[in-house]
């Protein structure tokens, strides 16, 4: 009976902490070491070139946003200025018509990428 009780009272009650339970111990904000962040992912090179496109049109995107706040911030802040205003208002003007080509061509960019790689994916069959 005292086996018994020695074994029960040797395994840490799980307090929720790092390394209370079976798990092995790692210092705080340690990356797992099975963690292979420069192995490739398998993805075919169509793969890569959707997700390059969609990111670099994302980004395009964005600075367009956010130059579209620039033109109003510009023209918030116009003042008694006679020319500001109509210098902020050909910014958002500019910045509209970017926002618009670039979800155009997004849009575009996918369709014929989908024409391209089938619904299945780009994986090899056999």
Do not use: H, K, W
């Not at 292979?36 to 600075?63: H, K, P, R």
């Amino acid at each position: 009976m005292t086996s018994d009780v020695a074994a029960q009272s040797t395994q840490a009650p799980n307090s929720g902490e790092v390394g209370s339970g079976n798990e092995p111990t790692q210092p705080a904000g340690a990356l797992p070491s099975d963690l292979n962040i420069f192995q490739g992912t398998g993805d075919s090179l169509i793969d890569t070139i959707v997700t390059i496109v969609n990111l670099f049109l994302s980004l395009i995107g964005v600075a367009l946003v956010l130059y579209l706040l620039y033109g109003g911030v510009r023209y918030a802040f116009a003042g008694g200025n006679e020319t500001a205003p109509s210098e902020a208002t050909s910014i958002i003007t500019n910045a509209i018509i970017g926002i618009i080509i670039i979800a155009l061509v997004y849009v575009l960019a996918n369709f014929l990428l989908s024409l391209i790689v089938p619904a299945g994916g780009a994986g090899g069959g056999g």
